[in-house]
């Protein structure tokens, strides 16, 4: 954790632990990523949605080389990338007091440009691997061509703060007597049954796609090579 990225507003909440950093960014699907663009008259945010990956200590994003948003950041300004994980609806006895439980990482830090092209297919098979665990060992590899066309930065997780928020409503206690209902709705991300494309057709969904999920047990717990017929 950064001096930019210490919580000031309920410090408690405060995760300074790295694991736990770790596993939510890797739970996550994507995170947002944002950029001040722009020069000194028409400066403006920016902020895009963008499937991640982590190597270790360092937070992995790709993309087109005509993206603006990583062209930028390429050039070494500090970009911020934000994920966010929510767990629940948080419902009070008033309206000032309903929230939400979640489980945040905030990144600050510039990146630099991954260029060597062994590296390269590695970040790019971490991408898919993050995205969907085990679909690497069933698609073939990346062309060299698609290789030096994607663009691939790496942020260090050196300037990063991870914020939760867990448990029920805090009342006020002038409250606590009325008869309205307060508790939690707890979210969770849902998977529908995959859908084939046409030339695919009828044939055997395997295991990586017919119980992908997050979190802990990525494919529920099955083993991945597990198949099914959908």
């Known amino acids: 954790m950064g001096d930019r990225t210490t919580l000031r507003r309920k410090p408690d909440r405060s995760i300074d632990d790295r694991q736990a950093i770790h596993a ?3 739970e996550a699907v994507y995170c947002h990523v944002g950029i001040v663009a722009g020069g000194a008259t028409d400066a403006h945010p920016v902020v895009i949605p963008m499937l991640h990956a982590r190597q270790g200590e360092r937070l992995l994003l790709h993309g087109s080389p005509a993206s603006r948003l990583l062209r930028t950041a390429r050039d070494g300004v500090d970009l911020c990338a934000t994920i966010t994980l929510s767990d629940a609806l948080v419902l009070a006895r008033s309206g000032f007091h309903h929230s939400m439980n979640y489980r945040s990482v905030v990144v600050l830090g510039r990146a630099t440009e991954v260029i060597d092209h062994d590296e390269k297919v590695e970040a790019l098979d971490r991408f898919v691997e993050h995205a969907v665990p085990g679909r690497t060992a069933r698609i073939r590899p990346a062309t060299t061509q698609e290789v030096k066309g994607t663009l691939v930065l790496s942020v260090p997780l050196d300037d990063c703060s991870m914020k939760v928020r867990s448990g029920p409503p805090i009342d006020d206690e002038a409250d606590m007597d ?3 209902w307060a508790g939690l709705i707890p979210l969770h991300q849902g998977v529908g049954t995959p859908i084939p494309d046409e030339a695919t057709g009828d044939a055997t969904v395997p295991g990586h796609v017919a119980f992908w999920s997050r979190g802990p ?8 090579d597990q198949e099914r017929t959908v």
């Open 178 to 180: 009325s008869d309205t």
């Open 217 to 224: 047990g990525q494919l529920n717990g099955r083993p991945a």
């Open 24 to 26: 939510l960014i890797d």
